[in-house]
């Protein structure tokens, strides 16, 4: 059976890795499993042929045999319950990693989301300047909390899981931001993830359906 | 072994069951299971002891034995894992509710929490009365797709599971605004999940908390 994931034929990122289809490119790598890739232009995500994958017309989706599924969290919890190498064996700890996926998706993305949201929808609007150190300080709350809960540690929770994964593809949404670099230990935290070969091979594989598209010259 | 979840000593919705315990106690209320509830001041939640349990200084955790965890949408799975009511039986299925699960708070509970952010602290600004369109029409966006999606069903797949109650319960998070009632469908499907006896006496067992905390008078 063969796994096939949609991602974004010409993603707005540029290649950055921060479309969500990422998160599955990765945690199929950290389990070595292949997979292919169907690629979407924007009015095909909303054609009703993906909308019967994805209710919300998005990336990504995931085919397997029988099973469709759609939402980045729902697709990597199911990578993780069905190989090993994304979830902790223990009831308790992987209980904890996906209470960790839950807030990266939950509780951090979205200040962080509302933060890029602003900077690429609202910039030339006359209260940019006064509401851009509102969203900003609400993202310093959630990473001031989160620093302190990973203190000198590597991962979260012990060894690296599905919620490592998804905090660290969360707090890259804050590239360029400089807001992450005020928490060193977080810096190190994404650093250490994009270090992971799994990470590393998906990165490449995403940023090689950009160059691909882009036009000679 | 007895169940403790936290939630508010005084609710800032006064009761109206949109703090993030109700979807615990919906849950633990749904696969018939006691509970006991330890409330927190504002105060309380911010210090070390809660912390400890929950790195965001939020309610709701929840504690069972040696397991502790926090994030609503983390404990209402582990419920639903460990106890027959809240996810269907069959693998395809059981993988779509969660998708459900994922998709309530990930994609469709941020612009709803936006809007009701800039209604309760942007309402003086001079800028509220041009951005709240914008926020209503992002809502609108995934409250249209949704109810294309339910179409005339009852739930969103087959039986009530937790995707349900999760949807439900960030839904209820637009009563007041008018926009739920736009969407006849979607109306009433979150009537029919306040219609559920386990839905009635969770929320009046959070109503009763709030009541309680009243001043005479």
Redo the contacts between chains.
């Keep these: 059976m063969t796994i096939t994931i949609t991602a974004f034929e010409r993603s707005p990122d540029r290649g950055r890795g921060l479309a969500r289809d990422m998160r599955v490119r990765w945690a199929l790598e950290e389990v070595d499993q292949h997979y292919d890739v169907r690629l979407l232009s924007f009015p095909a995500m909303k054609e009703p042929a993906h909308?019967a994958l994805h209710?919300?017309?998005?990336i990504p989706t995931y085919e397997d045999g029988?099973?469709a599924?759609?939402?980045?969290?729902?697709?990597v919890?199911?990578i993780a319950e069905r190989q090993a190498g994304l979830l902790p064996v223990g009831?308790?700890a992987r209980?904890?990693a996906?209470?960790w996926?839950?807030?990266a998706?939950?509780?951090v993305?979205?200040p962080i989301?509302?933060r890029s949201m602003a900077v690429l929808l609202e910039r030339d609007?006359?209260?940019y300047e006064?509401?851009l150190p509102v969203l900003e300080d609400r993202v310093r709350v959630?990473l001031g909390?989160?620093s302190?809960?990973l203190g000198d540690a590597d991962w979260l929770d012990h060894a690296f899981s599905a919620g490592d994964l998804m905090m660290v593809t969360v707090l890259r949404r804050l590239h360029g931001s400089g807001i992450l670099e005020e928490y060193p230990n977080l810096s190190a935290y994404v650093a250490r993830g994009e270090a992971r070969p799994a990470y590393r091979r998906a990165f490449a594989d995403q940023l090689a359906v950009f160059t691909a598209a882009q036009p000679p010259g």
């Design positions: 909308r209710p919300f017309g998005q029988d099973i599924l759609f939402e980045s969290g729902a697709i919890l199911h009831a308790n209980a904890r996906i209470a996926m839950f807030a998706l939950a509780t993305e979205p989301v509302e609007k006359p209260w006064a509401r959630r909390e989160l302190l809960q």
